[in-house]
């Protein structure tokens, strides 16, 4: 999925609409990442096709419980103490000289 946006250097994040958002684990065994991967999907179709309030709760519920198993919420996978940059845009971090350096059209289709 991230490979149509900007990854930051360091590979925790990529760009996209205007923000960075916390790219999956590296060290998840492949086999883990993609049963993660698989209940995401699940849980998204879930929520898109919740009946009621409670079904949406339920499935959304689902969908931060497969994000966390792939790493991109919850702790961070990283362990030199570094903040997490999430959801900020890459102008205000110290993202901010790679990502004005990306040519334009990488900035644009990233939405920045």
Sequence with gaps: MTDRYPRTPDGR???ARGRLWRSSDPRLPEAEREAAVHDLMDARRAVRD????????AARR?????KRALGERGPVWWADG???WTRFSPKNTPYAEWFSGLAAAEREAAGG
């Design 50 to 57: 919740a009946a009621d309030d409670e079904a949406r709760r």
């Design 13 to 15: 994040y990529f760009v």
């Design 62 to 66: 689902r969908v931060d419980a497969a």
């Design 82 to 84: 570094a903040r997490d």
